[in-house]
């Protein structure tokens, strides 16, 4: 492999780097030798994983190199080796070797990383930190489904040693597989082979592990890194796809309550009780008995004892309206009435984790509610409260509610269900929000770490990182991207192809013309791009009201006969069967798709995680900006207190900026779909006029900013993309001289989303024809609203438009879509081919009708008209008679359908549309005709139209 060095360091990396990959590793180098925080963007496709994997091991090594060289010749100097280490402050001692922590959003994505370390030189113990959701392989724990019961029957099992899984893994732990890098996945099978247990497994190899992976929610959540016995002292901190470690942080320090989980915890008390006092320490049919040495019935009434009176105390908290802000210290002062304080909170803690381990052993766990859930998030509140110093408390804000009580949700409070016997209808919520990601991160540095590593693809904008974090990150860097300029083009559009301003505003993202103009602008992109489009939403409300509308009228249907449609649902398992289906449908389209679209919503599921390389994205369309809703009371709270924040601290970020980053770090994310490997090409489109703000253009990734092209009218755009499109697909076309059978659809894509690994090569050659341009609709110009009557020539055209109302419009009329209503989808097997009408008409009434279409051309007010009228007359009457003598009686009644449609909708692009579907198979040649008709500003459209033909 090159060998090759930065900043002193010699990193082995798999190929010859770029420019940008050196610049990476580089700056990661640096913040390690200076023992310093960085926060690095490097676009999806520049190798960013393997950068970090190669650059952090081989700084590691060389660390190592200096420790062993001090350890055996203190007084012998290597030139350039203390410089390499980072040991450059005279007097300075090294201490342990830094162990390596790499957190990442899901196990799917630790397994990519896991596979890209395979691929360097470099060969670390790993270990990979799963739950035992994953890793169990226990047959009786593995069927509980619910988590904390799993976890107690385990410990259970471990504890009498009646686990074969878990005996045996102190006997085959040292086995010579256990020194290889392995994923989740392959720890999994390798366990299952040697029958030990996987979750053990992993946690033996945790304590002689060089770099450890997991989800970076175990990681920020102490409670987790505690039960897992992950230590943060010494180590380098690596959080990837970190673009929403603010987010998660703050979560992770947050908690809420209701009186209805109180009210669960009560009745658990109560089968708590039942348990010990039916089994008094005998052994229940599961072969688990309960000792009351470990939990006595006192406990268990103590503590029932205290959710009561908790109850009675939460159900007296006042309530503004539907909600508002109280105390911070409401709950904590709640909780010490009841005498739940620091010194009580260890004891109630011990008896609340012993209840849990008594109902996880019950027989037919007949609990209430998510009782695991309710208990530990107790605890954990507790902590949070009562554990908590002055300074963290002004970090969190403290708000209460009432909600409308579900029905169809068990129970109401003990005290109103056995006492008062009066079921309420609103249900008392309290939310403590944590609205300071830097607590987690603070604790991070307190902990003693080397170093904290934040990276993505996305994380512009940068500036808020240190200020909401609040830690310094002296090491930044924004990467261009490793692609050539011609392999991306980003497009921002502000107008429909009828004119109409492109606007997701609240007040206009319900308006039916533009309603009408996405769509129909939308279809017009869809016959330029091949393969697999994207289209992301600001919200689920906006995606499903959008989608209904365009389903009211033909829009939706158009769009089915271009491409498959699918939209992103709200449930995982729903997700990845759909995702299954995008993917079949990218590859082998049928019905004579050109390819698939998945409609999908910024912040969803579809905007991060999912690779949608090569052919299954060829174009990322966004259609508005996805701020958080303003009415939502939390984000209201959040941006009230920045805005106090911003007067004492002169670095915070203050509300509105708060509410701007959000909207853009989610524009970002989903932009970075388009691009995932050198070799691959598309485009991004932003169809809203906000996006060619310049304060909008700033916020782009720098990779994609300089790109940027802001179209104030809709040809433009749509020229720019036909020109792209065009170049790549005749690209891909060359390149497929060499190849290949059509590679099989990833099979573990049913259970995780990003499985998407197919190149252009991957394709039969005829997949990658140049899209029909044929139907595509070119620059229009919108005219002005009014038409006036002139007497300057006669045409068919313009008769039609005078026929009807004086507003002109390329759009087809739709009616009007409630904000408040969504109507029901209708399959796509029923929009997609709708049966077509045709009335047999007899010879008489064929001439009668051509007879009238004749009449409108020649209307009394064009009599008066000059020599060139006269002479557009003749060639209209020509026209007419070649029709009669081409057209047959049905094919006539389409064409009268055509014209009566565009009378009444004045649309030329679905005048263009029908025509080309008429005349185009046996009668192309009259196409050419109706240019005798057109608007001389309207003749230029109709050529290029001609000429992609082939009839100019």
Wanted: proline share 4%; aromatic share 8%; hydrophobic share 35%.
């Amino acid at each position: 492999m090159p060998l090759f060095t930065v900043n002193s360091v010699d990193v082995d990396f798999p190929f010859s780097p770029y420019r940008c990959q050196e610049d990476y590793m580089g700056h990661v180098v640096k913040a390690l030798q200076l023992k310093q925080n960085a926060i690095l963007e490097s676009p999806t496709g520049t190798g960013k994983t393997l950068c970090l994997l190669c650059s952090v091991l081989a700084w590691r090594l060389t660390y190592i190199a200096k420790l062993q060289l001090e350890g055996v010749a203190a007084n012998v100097n290597i030139p350039g080796l203390d410089e390499a280490a980072g040991n450059n402050q005279p007097g300075d001692r090294f201490h342990a070797i830094p162990k390596i922590i790499y957190a990442s959003r899901t196990h799917s994505q630790i397994s990519q990383v896991v596979n890209e370390l395979k691929n360097t030189i470099y060969k670390p113990k790993v270990s990979v930190i799963g739950s035992r959701d994953q890793l169990c392989l226990h047959p009786k724990v593995m069927k509980i489904e619910n988590s904390m019961a799993k976890i107690h029957t385990c410990r259970a099992k471990v504890k009498g040693r009646s686990c074969v899984h878990y005996t045996n893994v102190d006997k085959k732990i040292n086995d010579a597989i256990f020194n290889e890098i392995l994923d989740i996945e392959e720890l999994v099978s390798v366990s299952k082979e040697k029958t030990m247990c996987p979750y053990y497994s992993s946690r033996e190899l945790l304590r002689r592990a060089d770099i450890i992976f997991m989800p970076y929610n175990y990681l920020i959540d102490s409670k987790t890194r505690e039960r897992q016995n992950i230590t943060l002292e010494n180590s380098i901190v690596i959080f990837d796809e970190a673009h929403n470690i603010e987010k998660v942080c703050e979560e992770s320090y947050s908690f809420e309550i209701t009186s209805l989980d109180i009210a669960n915890c009560i009745e658990n008390c109560q089968l708590t009780l039942q348990r010990i006092l039916d089994e008094d320490g005998s052994t229940d049919t599961s072969g688990q008995s309960v000792d009351n040495n470990e939990l006595t019935k006192e406990d268990v009434l103590t503590m029932k004892a205290i959710f009561l009176s908790l109850e009675r105390e939460f159900n007296k908290l006042e309530v503004k309206g539907s909600g508002s802000i109280i105390d911070k210290s409401t709950f904590k002062n709640l909780l010490m009435s009841i005498n739940v304080n620091q010194e009580t909170k260890g004891l109630i803690t011990e008896v609340l984790q012993k209840m849990e381990s008594v109902l996880s052993l019950s027989s037919g766990n007949k609990l209430v509610g998510n009782t695991f859930v309710v208990l530990s998030n107790f605890m954990q509140i507790l902590h949070l409260t009562l554990d908590q110093n002055e300074s963290s408390k002004q970090q969190y804000v403290c708000y209460v509610s009432k909600e409308k009580k579900d029905p169809r949700k068990k129970g109401s409070t003990w005290v109103d269900k056995n006492i008062e016997s009066v079921a309420p209808v609103f249900i008392t919520k309290l939310s403590y929000w944590c609205f300071s990601p830097g607590l987690a991160m603070e604790e991070f540095v307190r902990s003693g770490v080397y170093s904290i590593i934040l990276t993505s693809g996305t994380l512009s904008p940068l500036n808020s990182f240190s200020s909401e974090l609040r830690i310094p990150f002296p090491i930044t860097l924004q990467n261009p991207h490793v692609i050539q300029p011609e392999q991306i083009s980003v497009q921002i559009i502000c107008k429909g192809c009828d004119g109409v301003e492109f606007l997701s505003t609240y007040n206009n993202r319900n308006n039916p013309k533009y309603l009408s103009s996405l769509g129909n602008s939308i279809v017009n992109l869809l016959r330029l791009i091949p393969n697999g489009v994207l289209v992301f939403f600001p919200s689920y409300g906006v995606m499903n009201n959008t989608i209904a509308s365009w389903q009211a009228s033909n829009i939706y249907s158009r769009m089915l006969k271009i491409k498959h449609c699918f939209t992103e649902p709200r449930s995982k398992n729903e997700m990845a069967t759909m995702m299954s289906e995008f993917d079949e449908k990218v590859r082998n389209p049928t019905d004579g798709a050109t390819g698939a679209i998945l409609f999908a919503v910024c912040r969803g599921k579809a905007s991060e995680g999912i690779d949608f390389a090569d052919m299954h994205g060829r174009a990322v369309i966004i259609t508005g900006l996805p701020f958080p809703p303003k009415n939502d009371p939390k984000v209201n709270a959040k941006m009230n207190f920045l805005d106090q924040q911003k007067r004492n601290r002169n670095d915070s970020l203050n509300g509105q900026e708060w509410y701007i980053q959000q909207s853009s770090r989610a524009v970002n994310q989903a932009v970075g779909r388009v691009i995932r490997h050198k070799d691959d090409f598309g485009a991004v489109i932003f169809m809203d006029k906000r996006f060619s703000f310049r304060s909008n253009i700033d916020e782009l990734p720098k990779w994609a900013r300089g790109f940027a092209k802001v179209n104030e009218q809709f040809g433009s755009g749509l020229r720019e993309l036909s020109l792209f499109f065009k170049r790549h697909v005749s690209r891909v076309i060359e390149k497929e001289s060499e190849i290949v059978e059509p590679a099989k659809s990833s099979s573990r894509l049913s259970n995780m989303y990003d499985a998407f690994r197919s190149t252009e090569k991957d394709l039969p050659k005829e997949r990658f024809a140049a899209p029909n341009l044929d139907d595509s609709t070119h620059e229009f110009t919108p005219p002005p609203k009014k038409i006036a009557r002139t007497n300057k020539r006669a045409s068919l055209l313009t008769s039609l438009n005078d026929a009807g109302s004086s507003d002109f419009s390329f759009a087809p009329s739709m009616s009007p879509v409630s904000s408040r209503t969504t109507t029901e989808y209708k399959t796509p097997e029923a929009l997609r081919n709708p049966k077509r009408k045709i009335r047999i008409v007899s010879k008489k009434e064929k001439e009668n009708d051509l007879g009238t279409l004749s009449q409108v051309t020649t209307s009394d007010e064009f009599k008066e008209g000059s020599n060139k009228n006269r002479s557009d007359r003749t060639q209209s009457q020509n026209f007419s008679a070649q029709l009669k003598s081409a057209l047959s009686n049905d094919e006539y009644d389409v064409f009268k359908t055509i014209v009566k449609d565009y009378r009444a909708e004045r649309n030329m692009v679905k005048l263009i549309e029908h025509l080309t579907e008429l005349f185009m198979k046996n009668h192309k040649e009259l196409l050419k005709g109706f240019r005798t008709f057109l608007k001389d500003k309207d003749k230029a459209t109709f050529d290029v139209f001609l000429a992609e033909k082939g009839l100019l």
